[in-house]
């Protein structure tokens, strides 16, 4: 097992892409702790993981948080090598807005406030909560999650958009930092991915477009999927987590400030005539 021994956090990891990213790592051997606002949810995922692994309350949008989070793990397990900053949503109310568009005007400063908060700030605290143990462990792995909204135009999407574009310059910004302390730093970028973010998308285009007003929204995403993904299929949460288990380990030592697309081929088509 690829991991054995390594001690690795995940925030956000109750559910959904948290989830399945622990069950890569906890696969290959790794201890895990589970960080997140829900913590009856994170303590029974790390429960079925099977390897040493516990869920720890924590909403690491703000620093303090994620820093006194960390230290609680560090203090269980002994140290930390892999710390992955999951923690984020595109919530929201479609109805309201908030940090919907289009147009962009209607966008609320706290609608944009609030995407930021969860899902740039969560990775500006989380990076700044691991970076010192993995440093007195002589180095280690940061993960980021983002999204190919951070690589493309997402006019529906533009706060939420602009998170994870941050997301991956900061991303970039640390693995330069701190690849003379061994760390590395790669950020993932899913593609189209049944989230909160994905239904509150589908949710906009039911009110907005006629030939999806009497479907659901997870009918509307399928249908996106069938057009929209080269390979013809959804992205999963199990497929970021082989991923993340995959550039942790020995095997992606010498990858580092990378935006890897986990996407089914969609970035290709950016350009693309016809």
């Avoid at 040493?52 to 303090?64: F, N, R």
Wanted: charged fraction near 20%; aromatic fraction near 4%.
């Amino acid at each position: 097992m690829k991991l054995e021994g390594k001690v690795a956090i995940v925030t956000g990891g109750a559910r959904g892409i948290g989830a399945g990213i622990a069950r890569s790592l906890a696969a290959e051997g790794a201890k895990l702790a589970l960080l997140d606002v829900d913590v009856d949810e994170a303590q029974k995922t790390a429960s079925e993981l099977g390897t040493d692994s516990i869920g720890v309350a924590a909403d690491v949008s703000t620093e303090a948080a994620a820093i006194e989070a960390t230290a609680k793990v560090v203090a269980h397990f002994g140290g930390l090598d892999v710390f992955v900053n999951n923690a984020g949503a595109g919530k929201g109310d479609p109805r309201d807005f908030g940090g919907l568009g289009n147009p962009f005007t209607n966008v609320t400063q706290e609608g944009w406030d609030e995407q930021l908060g969860n899902n740039l700030r969560t990775t500006f605290a989380g990076c700044k909560a691991a970076i010192p143990h993995l440093e007195k462990r002589g180095g280690g792995s940061i993960v980021n999650i983002a999204s190919i909204a951070g690589l493309l135009a997402t006019p529906a999407l533009p706060a939420y958009g602009a998170a994870k574009a941050g997301v991956i310059a900061l991303s970039r910004s640390l693995a330069l930092e701190l690849g003379p302390k061994n760390i590395r730093v790669n950020a993932i970028c899913p593609g189209f991915l049944w989230t909160r973010a994905w239904e509150m998308l589908a949710t906009l285009m039911k009110m907005g477009v006629a030939e999806y007003a009497d479907l659901e929204p997870r009918e509307i995403f399928l249908d996106q999927v069938k057009r929209g993904v080269p390979l013809g299929r959804e992205q999963t949460p199990d497929d970021i987590g082989a991923l993340a288990a995959f550039l942790v380990s020995d095997g992606g030592r010498n990858i580092t400030g990378q935006a890897i697309s986990v996407d089914g081929g969609i970035t290709l088509k950016v350009g693309v005539a016809g």
